[in-house]
């Protein structure tokens, strides 16, 4: 029994370093996904960059585009401020 007791932190040492590396292997494969999508991402920005400075039409475009966007996202605002305070001053006419 001395010699089980003996060799037990060793297994157990030995058991940490294997989940420690099996821990490292996942960490390494999801970083090296993360990596995989950021370059397809940095490719499909490269390549928008590139068709929009060819293609000055589409760069009009797209800034016609953002302006009725931020045009849109104006008016929502204020109507959303609008009935937040609707809902307010209702809300203190019944109390």
């Known amino acids: 029994m001395s010699q089980i007791a003996k060799y037990d932190p060793y297994e157990r040492n030995y ?3 294997v989940k420690m590396l099996e821990d490292l292997n996942k960490d390494l494969e999801k970083l090296l996904e993360d990596m995989e999508k950021l370059s397809v991402q940095a490719t499909w920005m490269a390549y928008d960059m590139v068709v929009m400075r ?3 039409d589409l760069a009009n475009s797209m800034r016609r585009l953002e302006d009725a966007f931020l ?3 104006e008016e929502m605002e ?3 401020r609008e009935m937040l305070k609707e809902t ?3 809300a ?3 109390e």
Do not use: E, G, I
Request: charge should be positive.
């Open 54 to 56: 060819t293609n000055p």
């Open 71 to 73: 045009t849109c996202k």
């Open 78 to 80: 204020k109507n959303w």
């Open 88 to 90: 307010k001053s209702a």
């Open 92 to 94: 203190q006419k019944q």
């Open 15 to 17: 058991d940490n370093m």
